[in-house]
Each structure stands twice: as structure tokens, then as C-alpha cells.
């Protein structure tokens, strides 16, 4: 599945590069597809060429939306996509632009980009509200190069400010799944603040267990930022992995009833994606929701698991629906970890692994946090511009207190209020996580800047896959599992 996810991005790149007719590359693609049932050398290589098609039909498919131009008027459409933070006199938020016109024609062209709102106090936005205005796009203000590369993969095409004065019509909202998903991390945010959680204690439970990060100060931001920890603050896979595995744990208990393994399979798939609405429902949370529903399930059918092709169907998928995500920073860090996971961490710790269970998982978060550092350095340098080596040697305890704080902090909305203790326990976990952080953050020495091109970052990755597979083949391993269990 490897070698078909690797053909399929090798065709968006070309259709990115190349113009042809759609219609040309959906013929040529059902060619190749009906090829692809000879069972020789020849099935492969169509096979292949097949998933090229795909991709190269899936990168012009894209190109159907127009981007809205810079600095003249416009009347957008927009959906809001994140709930407004105040910044004082204005708030800000972002929104997803699905139609826009211009004065210089009246036609409405179809888009799929995202822009930055600022608007002021008094206009009350929320989440999936859809509104049409009438203003300009502006560029994303006046930052640093690499931060408008950064937001520009993000999918943003710039910034709309809503003053009182400017023409707003109220359209609707959108589908009730996503509102109920922004009620539902409200919810929890609110029920976090209601309990003895304060300060930057509040603010890195908050990020965890909800997703927002509303509350966290900048200079906060910015020691996770210069400690290499900041992915910490995104809930992503990691998280996702630990409600999986607690989940597991948790309710193993299911199995003793009648139909129990239906049973615990349905429910730590209900758990996983209850966490994930929880959370608002990003992108990578969702991706990761996706894969760890395939594991459970496909450990329930009893096949053997094979953790790469689901990483690959799941990218395939997810790239084939929405093409974009290719330049999405986040949707690379993601796969990208989770891939050196499955090829490195997990060999690796099957290597080390003992009779000692708790020195198994000590051992495995030391590995996995150190692979997924090293292995993302590249692509963090070429987005950020600058790698924290420190991150090497503070993963590792940062993901171990991660445990635990994803698991308290999700106790401390659902238990009662009355139990404090669970929330004293959360507030001293993030406490010491924080004091870890601010200490790595000062080591200066660890960190530096860089500035490499993209084709740079592809053939050091290119060459990791190729390290990687000649490795494969030589220990010729049946399928992996789970280094702790």
C-alpha cells in the first residue's frame, strides 16, 4: 500500500504541473484500472500507473476552485470555523470561503479556501454560522515568509477584517453535527474552568482535552514552541492513541458479558470518535479517529494487522477527497509520525523488550518520542525554519506525562465537581510538564535555525523509504504489533 500512496502523491505533483483534460486522465485511468486485473508484471506496473491517474485526476478536480483575488471588493460566503477568541477590543476567528464574486463580473465562482476574521466586539459570530459580506482580502498582514508558506498550506488565502459598517446578511448555519461538536467542546472547556484547574495549568488541560487554546498565554505558546513540545498543545494521533489504549484497558470488562468483544469493539470506537467531537473535530484528529476505528475493527475480525496499509488507505482516502491536504503542514507531520512509528519505533522496541512490563512502556514512550522527533526534524525545519534538538531528549518525558494528563484531564469534565482530587492530580501533571518545558526552552544551545527546500526534504525522506524498505526485506517480519502489549 506503500508503493500506492507514493504513486498517488507522484500524480497530484503532476497534476499540479500539468494541464490536460479531465476527461483525457479519467480514460486513461479506467485503462489502466482494467489493466490492472492481469495477474504479471504487467498488472502491477497498470495498477500503478492507475493510482498516478488518480492522483493526477484528483489534483485537477481541485483546480475547479478559484482562489478570490487580493485588494478589491468582493461579496464572500462564508461558514465559521473556529469559535472567535477576544483579543481585547476585536476578536478573531476563521472561516471557510465556499462562493465568491467580484465587481469587475457578476459571476459567483466556487471556492475552497479558508481566511482569517477579525472583527470587532460587538459582531457576534459562531461556529458553522454561514454569512455573506461584502469587503476586500487582504494578505496575511505583514509576517515572516515562512509564516505566510505555513498559513498559505493551511489553506488560507488571507485575511477579511468586519468592521460595524460593513454590509453582513446572516445566511444560516451549517449541518447540526458540526454545531453539536462545537456545543460539546464548550462544554468541556466550561467544565474544566468550573473546576479547581487555573493559570497555565488550565490553559494546557484546556489545549489537551478540548482542542482550544484560547486561554494560553503567548509566552507559554512559546516555550512549548522553543522546547520542540508544541505538538503537544495540537490534539493529534498522540492523543487519540492514548483514549484508544485506555479506552482498551477500561473496558475490557465488556468481554465478559454475551457478544462482549462486539461489544468492546463498538464501544472503544464510540469513545475515540466521542473524544474527537470533543475536540471539535479537526482534520488530524479525525484522520487519526479513522485509523485507530480500522485497527480495532480489524482486530476484531481477527485478520492479521497490518499497521502501514492502514496509514496508507486512510492518507489515500482522505487525499483522494480533499487533494489540498498534500500541502497541508499537519496532515504531513501526522503521517509522517505515525508511518516512523509503524517502520522504526515498533522494531525497535520489540528489540528491547523484557519481561518487565512497566519497563516495556518506558521504554517504548523513550523510542517513539525520540523516532517521531528525528523523524519530523526535517519537515518542522522546512516549514518553521528552526529544529530544537532538546526535543530529542524531552519527548520522551513529555509524551509519558502526556499519559496521564490526557486520561485526568478528560476524568476531571465528566467526573463530579466534588472530586477534586482528580483535578489537583491534572493540575500538578501539567504543572511539572510545564516546568519541563520552560527549562528545555531556555537551552538555547539546542536550538537553530535552517533554511532547506522542499526538494531537500524529499530526498532525505526518499531515502529514508528506501532505507526503510531494504530493512523490511531483510527481517522479512510477518506483521507487527503493539510493542507493550
Same mark, same amino acid.
Given at each position: 500500500?506503500?508503493?500506492?500512496?507514493?504513486?498517488?502523491?507522484?500524480?497530484?505533483?503532476?497534476?499540479?504541473?500539468?494541464?490536460?483534460?479531465?476527461?483525457?486522465?479519467?480514460?486513461?485511468?479506467?485503462?489502466?484500472?482494467?489493466?490492472? !486485473?492481469?495477474?504479471?508484471?504487467?498488472?502491477?506496473?497498470?495498477?500503478?500507473?492507475?493510482?498516478?491517474? #488518480?492522483?493526477?485526476?484528483?489534483?485537477?478536480?481541485?483546480?475547479?476552485?478559484?482562489?478570490?483575488?487580493?485588494?478589491?471588493?468582493?461579496?464572500?460566503?462564508?461558514?465559521?470555523?473556529?469559535?472567535?477568541?477576544?483579543?481585547?477590543?476585536?476578536?478573531?476567528?476563521?472561516?471557510?470561503?465556499?462562493?465568491?464574486?467580484?465587481?469587475?463580473?457578476?459571476?459567483?465562482?466556487?471556492?475552497?479556501?479558508?481566511?482569517?476574521?477579525?472583527?470587532?466586539?460587538?459582531?457576534?459570530?459562531?461556529?458553522?454560522?454561514?454569512?455573506?459580506?461584502?469587503?476586500?482580502?487582504?494578505?496575511?498582514?505583514?509576517?515572516?515568509?515562512?509564516?505566510?508558506?505555513?498559513?498559505?498550506?493551511?489553506?488560507?488565502?488571507?485575511?477579511?477584517?468586519?468592521?460595524?459598517?460593513?454590509?453582513?446578511?446572516?445566511?444560516?448555519? =451549517?449541518?447540526?453535527?458540526?454545531?453539536?461538536?462545537?456545543?460539546?467542546?464548550?462544554?468541556?472547556?466550561?467544565?474544566?474552568?468550573?473546576?479547581?484547574?487555573?493559570?497555565?495549568?488550565?490553559?494546557?488541560?484546556?489545549?489537551?482535552?478540548?482542542?482550544?487554546? #484560547?486561554?494560553?498565554?503567548?509566552?507559554?505558546?512559546?516555550?512549548?514552541?522553543?522546547?520542540?513540545?508544541?505538538?503537544?498543545?495540537?490534539?493529534?494521533?498522540?492523543?487519540?492513541?492514548?483514549?484508544?489504549?485506555?479506552?482498551?484497558?477500561?473496558?475490557?470488562?465488556? =468481554?465478559?458479558?454475551?457478544?462482549?468483544?462486539?461489544?468492546?469493539?463498538?464501544?472503544?470506537?464510540?469513545?475515540?470518535?466521542?473524544?474527537?467531537?470533543?475536540?471539535?473535530?479537526?482534520?488530524?484528529?479525525?484522520?487519526?479517529?479513522?485509523?485507530?476505528?480500522?485497527?480495532? !475493527?480489524?482486530?476484531?475480525?481477527?485478520?492479521?494487522?497490518?499497521?502501514?496499509?492502514?496509514?496508507?488507505?486512510?492518507?489515500?482516502?482522505?487525499?483522494?477527497?480533499?487533494?489540498?491536504?498534500?500541502?497541508?503542514?499537519?496532515?504531513?507531520?501526522?503521517?509522517?509520525?505515525?508511518?516512523?512509528?509503524?517502520?522504526?519505533?515498533?522494531?525497535?522496541?520489540?528489540?528491547?523488550?523484557?519481561?518487565?512490563?512497566?519497563?516495556?512502556?518506558?521504554?517504548?514512550?523513550?523510542?517513539?518520542?525520540?523516532?517521531?522527533?528525528?523523524? =519530523?526534524?526535517?519537515?518542522?525545519?522546512?516549514?518553521?525554519?528552526?529544529?530544537?534538538?532538546?526535543?530529542?531528549?524531552?519527548?520522551?518525558?513529555?509524551?509519558?506525562?502526556?499519559?496521564?494528563?490526557?486520561?485526568?484531564?478528560?476524568?476531571?469534565? !465528566?467526573?463530579?465537581?466534588?472530586?477534586? !482530587?482528580?483535578?489537583?492530580?491534572?493540575?500538578?501533571?501539567?504543572?511539572?510538564?510545564?516546568?519541563?518545558?520552560?527549562?528545555?526552552?531556555?537551552?538555547?544551545?539546542?536550538?537553530?535555525?535552517?533554511?532547506?527546500?522542499?526538494? #531537500?526534504?524529499?530526498?532525505?525522506?526518499?531515502?529514508?523509504?528506501?532505507?526503510?524498505?531494504?530493512?523490511?526485506?531483510?527481517?522479512?517480519?510477518?506483521?507487527?504489533?503493539?510493542?507493550?502489549?
Amino acid at each position: 500500500m506503500l508503493i500506492l500512496l507514493v504513486a498517488l502523491v507522484a500524480g497530484m505533483v503532476i497534476g499540479a504541473w500539468v494541464r490536460v483534460p479531465l476527461w483525457v486522465v479519467i480514460v486513461c485511468a479506467a485503462t489502466f484500472y482494467a489493466c490492472a !486485473f492481469r495477474r504479471d508484471r504487467i498488472g502491477e506496473i497498470a495498477l500503478l500507473l492507475a493510482f498516478v491517474m #488518480t492522483g493526477v485526476a484528483a489534483s485537477l478536480s481541485e483546480f475547479g476552485h478559484d482562489t478570490p483575488p487580493l485588494d478589491e471588493p468582493l461579496t464572500l460566503l462564508l461558514t465559521i470555523d473556529e469559535e472567535p477568541v477576544d483579543r481585547g477590543t476585536w476578536q478573531r476567528s476563521s472561516a471557510s470561503v465556499s462562493w465568491y464574486r467580484s465587481n469587475t463580473d457578476s459571476t459567483w465562482h466556487e471556492c475552497d479556501r479558508r481566511v482569517i476574521i477579525s472583527t470587532d466586539s460587538a459582531t457576534q459570530l459562531a461556529v458553522g454560522e454561514r454569512i455573506a459580506i461584502y469587503s476586500q482580502l487582504r494578505p496575511l498582514a505583514d509576517s515572516t515568509n515562512s509564516y505566510v508558506r505555513l498559513m498559505h498550506s493551511r489553506g488560507y488565502a488571507g485575511r477579511v477584517a468586519i468592521y460595524r459598517s460593513t454590509p453582513l446578511v446572516r445566511v444560516g448555519k =451549517t449541518g447540526s453535527l458540526r454545531r453539536a461538536s462545537s456545543r460539546l467542546q464548550h462544554w468541556a472547556a466550561e467544565r474544566l474552568r468550573a473546576s479547581r484547574l487555573e493559570g497555565d495549568q488550565l490553559a494546557l488541560c484546556t489545549a489537551i482535552a478540548t482542542g482550544k487554546r #484560547t486561554t494560553m498565554s503567548a509566552q507559554l505558546r512559546e516555550q512549548y514552541t522553543l522546547s520542540g513540545s508544541s505538538h503537544l498543545l495540537a490534539v493529534s494521533g498522540l492523543h487519540v492513541a492514548i483514549v484508544f489504549v485506555v479506552a482498551n484497558i477500561l473496558l475490557r470488562w465488556l =468481554t465478559l458479558l454475551a457478544r462482549g468483544s462486539q461489544l468492546l469493539n463498538l464501544a472503544v470506537v464510540a469513545v475515540v470518535w466521542g473524544y474527537a467531537a470533543m475536540t471539535g473535530m479537526a482534520v488530524s484528529v479525525v484522520r487519526a479517529a479513522l485509523m485507530f476505528s480500522a485497527l480495532q !475493527f480489524a482486530l476484531a475480525s481477527g485478520a492479521s494487522y497490518r499497521s502501514g496499509n492502514v496509514l496508507a488507505t486512510v492518507a489515500m482516502v482522505m487525499l483522494i477527497v480533499r487533494p489540498s491536504l498534500l500541502d497541508d503542514v499537519s496532515f504531513q507531520l501526522s503521517v509522517v509520525a505515525v508511518a516512523a512509528i509503524i517502520y522504526w519505533a515498533v522494531p525497535f522496541c520489540a528489540q528491547l523488550r523484557t519481561r518487565n512490563g512497566l519497563l516495556n512502556l518506558l521504554t517504548s514512550t523513550v523510542v517513539i518520542g525520540a523516532v517521531c522527533t528525528l523523524a =519530523t526534524a526535517p519537515l518542522v525545519a522546512y516549514w518553521f525554519g528552526r529544529v530544537a534538538m532538546v526535543g530529542v531528549v524531552l519527548n520522551p518525558l513529555v509524551v509519558l506525562l502526556g499519559y496521564e494528563l490526557v486520561v485526568l484531564s478528560v476524568m476531571t469534565i !465528566f467526573v463530579p465537581t466534588s472530586w477534586g !482530587f482528580v483535578a489537583r492530580a491534572a493540575g500538578a501533571i501539567a504543572e511539572a510538564e510545564n516546568r519541563c518545558v520552560a527549562v528545555a526552552a531556555e537551552m538555547d544551545w539546542t536550538q537553530f535555525t535552517t533554511d532547506i527546500n522542499g526538494w #531537500t526534504v524529499v530526498i532525505i525522506y526518499a531515502v529514508a523509504i528506501v532505507i526503510t524498505e531494504l530493512a523490511r526485506r531483510k527481517t522479512r517480519k510477518k506483521s507487527l504489533s503493539l510493542p507493550y502489549v
